[in-house]
């Protein structure tokens, strides 16, 4: 299936209004894979007019339509998932085994989807007597789920497929017409995505996708009084940038933001098990995840034993070429994105903390085009250093050190974010204690911080987000809940 050149309005391939257009790059050599059209604002709103016209058709379809159409959608993924998988890792950087991965659980979102929409249930509620007159008997109270209408999805690079379906298929399965902004540095996903709609027949207008920056485009679709709702993922600080904006016309949120994610492993914890989940956690796709693992909270009795075996592993993984299936860490997403880190990392290491290994930019032989870093570790990473508290997503593992359980949670809890969280010990009443203290949105017991199932709820607390994710909770946020009064004695 080829991949659209073009952005998709009211079910036309169409170029931007302004005839503006932009490349992408592919971040492990620079190659240039697309020209593609770069929208403005006059380009948003004729998407969410055309979203906002075809409620209409949205509203003449059946529940068991939408989850026909979300089926094919999914059957379609499934043929195409390694050319899918394959425009992931040039666009984004991510090594192909994970973008394979990421590719199936996208057929599975989209099918979750297509279940759920036949699962909009309402509740019948028994009415008291006793504020009124008698005759409530007579009266019937029920609830029923209505499509909350033009949803804004505006979704991140490090997952360019699921987590912009985890925002599309559960829009449509409530009924909703959806216009998406892809994010800039990985679109063409999002355009396979939109081509994939319409051959599985989803009408003109429900699905639209427009290039173009989070400045114009991003913020007409959150501005804009035709739309609805806005699902975000995405940085902290644009999210409130998005809720302050998007409060003058009182949308709908459903924001999933940043994490700054703690893996504690305490003295009782299995070792080999905690360095596997910590290496994984830390480093998959360069650690460019909201649910990595940003701080790794020793006991002081484990904290030698697990450092050096965490070095032997660390120092196992290749970095290279993200088509290589032996590749374990690939380049970031762009410039930018390395002088974060290489900032974040020196600053750290000049107010004290010991650099094990890496520490640097990786830019010699076939790694020289690319946007590469050496998988890093950081002993004594302590409060004040900007890395204990400021999101890095890149391949950086900062130690920290505590004397008790008790300072294990409060370093862990020592943070704007509340995403996820881990604990390894071989007590599990002492980790179940634990997690009911650590303030995230969820906590794993002996298992890693980037985990995610997509029928689960998914959301942070604190700056970390609002609402959940989760094919069947993301559908009731995406939805208006209505409350009616039949009195059967008229």
Known sequence: MQVPSQMLIDGKWVDAESLATSTVLNPANQEVLATLPRGGREDARAAIDAASEALRRAESMSAFERSKILLKAASLLEQNAQEMATIITKNVGKPITDSEAETARGVLTLTFAAEEAKRLYGQTIPLDTSPFPPGNMNRLGFTIREPIGVVGAISPFN???????????????AGNTVVVKPPTDGPLPALLVAKIFEEAGLPRGMLNVVLGSGGEVGDEIVTNEKVNAISFTGDTETGRMIAERAARTNKKLLLELGGHNPLIILDDAKVVNAVNSAVAGTFSYAGQVCTATRRIILSERVKERFLTQFEQAVGTLKVGDPMDRTTSVGPVINVRALEKIDGLVRDASDKGAKVRMGGSRLGYGELAQGNYYSPTILDGVVGG?????????????????????????????????????????????????????????????NDRTNLRWDNAPFGGIKRSGMGREGVSLAIGELTELKFVVANLAE
């Open 159 to 173: 997952f360019p497929l699921n987590l912009l379906l985890h925002k599309v298929a559960p829009a449509l399965a």
């Open 385 to 445: 250093m900007e890395i204990s508290q400021k999101e890095i997503f890149g391949p950086v593992a900062a130690i920290m050190e505590a004397s008790s359980d008790e300072e294990a949670i409060e370093l862990a809890n020592n943070t704007i974010y509340g995403l996820q969280a881990s604990i390894y010990t071989s007590d599990l009443a002492r980790g179940i204690r634990m997690a009911k203290r650590i303030k995230a949105g969820a906590v794993m017991i």
